[in-house]
């Protein structure tokens, strides 16, 4: 079977951007270099308590507490685990005496089926002076509701936010609306929407910014998905035996690229994880002005083929970009590949799935997932990215990838941990 051409597989929107003469011109003339398209995101904010939250990490994400009296815990976690935990194992300031008591937390929170579960002098949370017990102390608009199914934290802007206008974000981790709050506390007035935005992407954390709309009940009725028009999609279908190298990994970037600046590739900045990080290597400054509306989804777009979410009972819905499977594998740059198979119970030829990097359900079960993109990510990012470049770096299938990013299960547990006991402080402040 003949090998299908990426430009075939690619959305519709794209093959008009894409013709083989760009991709021949660029083999010929070895111009793409992946360095320049994955250059390493940038600290792109200027306020010197978010630079600093690396430095606060143990009380951002776990709301940890040094207790002011000595006190003797019989639970604790080893020093390696704490550090996964905390997304960054070169983390030496764990050492410091102010931090002795973080694995200890740790434990309890491992152990912990409610908040009380926790010792009150370790976690800010049960802390009925701290800053945090109280939404009046936040420099946040914060509700929470129930969108197709989904818990959410929903963002609201100030009263003088002219640029938020319809826009709200919505955050599906109470972890991460926690550590948002953490690190704006002493913030005021109210922070844009725009500050939040910038602060979420900086931290690689999952959220949608997403347009509030009131329309009538009747035209909040889901619409059913159109079918897929590609059988293969991603970079498409390969033959038996291939090997993707070096060349083949720019010809990926390119398409990546152009996908990820175009209007379709917006969602994918917001998605967290590896989606995320790959389409903020795209980002521009001009991007993250809110004046310019390019982090903002285009109304005409999300009414036409985006996503709504709403609660099912009221005339306001929320509307967003939504990546579809085709548009996810060409982010992570699936092939297709003949195995010299044949299945006889539906007569097919059997192929098997490769990628370059780890679809969002091989990386959200894993243990460098903790609900941002830690220093453990990025370090893991780059290593991977110099392998790719050295000519060293395999393609693997999704069940490949769980293995290879298997990293440390109890990290993710803990994540999970930590999700709940944020969960049910938030249900009940909100």
């Known amino acids: 079977m003949a090998d299908a051409s990426p430009l075939d597989l690619l959305p519709p929107s794209l093959n008009k951007s894409l013709t083989p003469n760009i991709i021949d011109e660029a083999i010929q003339q070895g111009e793409w270099r992946s360095s320049h398209l994955e250059r390493q995101w940038k600290d792109f904010d200027s306020d010197k308590d978010f630079k600093k939250g690396s430095l606060q990490l143990p009380l951002l994400r776990f709301g940890f507490v040094q207790p002011m009296a000595p006190v003797t815990y019989k639970e604790t976690l080893d020093l390696t685990l704490t550090l996964k935990c905390l997304g960054n194992e070169r983390w030496m300031r764990l050492i410091s005496p102010k931090y002795r008591h973080v694995p200890n937390l740790l434990a309890a929170l491992d152990a912990a089926k409610s908040l009380y579960d926790i010792p009150q002098e370790l976690i800010d949370l049960r802390q009925p002076n701290s800053l945090i017990s109280s939404p009046?102390?936040?420099?946040?608009?914060?509700?929470?509701g129930t969108l197709n199914g989904t818990r959410y934290y929903i963002l609201h802007p100030r009263t003088d936010d002219t640029l938020a206008g319809k826009l709200r974000i919505l955050l599906p981790s109470a972890a991460n609306t926690l550590h948002l709050i953490r690190m704006t506390m002493d913030s005021t007035p109210l922070l844009s929407l725009h500050t939040c935005a910038l602060h979420l992407l900086a931290l690689g954390m999952e959220f949608r910014l997403c347009?509030?709309?009131?329309?009538?009940?009747?035209?909040?009725?889901?619409?059913?998905?159109?079918?897929?028009?590609?059988?293969?999609?991603?970079?498409?279908?390969?033959?038996?035996?291939?090997?993707?190298?070096?060349?083949?990994?720019?010809?990926?970037?390119?398409?990546?690229?152009?996908?990820?600046?175009?209007?379709?590739?917006?969602?994918?900045?917001?998605?967290g994880g590896v989606i995320g990080r790959l389409a903020r290597s795209e980002i521009t400054d001009e991007d993250l002005d809110f004046r310019k509306g390019r982090l903002a989804p285009r109304e005409e777009d999300v009414l036409l083929n985006g996503i709504r979410l709403w609660d099912g009972q009221s005339s306001t819905a929320y509307w967003d970009d939504?990546?579809?499977?085709?548009?996810?594998?060409?982010?992570?740059?699936?092939?297709?590949?003949?195995t010299g198979r044949f299945n006889v119970d539906n007569g097919e030829h059997q192929t098997s799935r490769v990628s370059w990097w780890p679809k969002p359900n091989a990386f959200s079960h894993s243990g460098l997932n903790i609900g941002f993109w830690s220093p453990d990510c990025e370090y893991w990012f780059q290593h991977r990215l110099a392998k790719i470049h050295s000519g060293e770096a395999k393609v693997h299938t999704q069940a490949e990838w769980k293995n290879c990013i298997r990293y440390y299960r109890k990290a993710r547990d803990l994540a999970m941990a930590n999700e709940r006991i944020a969960s049910e402080f938030l249900s009940g402040v909100l």
């Open 211 to 271: 347009l509030r709309i009131t329309q009538h009940l009747p035209d909040l009725s889901p619409d059913p998905r159109p079918p897929l028009q590609n059988r293969y999609t991603g970079l498409g279908f390969r033959g038996i035996g291939f090997k993707p190298d070096l060349a083949d990994y720019e010809i990926y970037v390119e398409l990546r690229r152009r996908f990820l600046s175009s209007p379709r590739g917006r969602g994918a900045r917001f998605a």
């Open 136 to 144: 009046a102390n936040w420099s946040i608009s914060l509700t929470q």
């Open 322 to 338: 939504a990546l579809e499977d085709q548009e996810i594998d060409l982010i992570c740059g699936v092939y297709e590949i003949a």
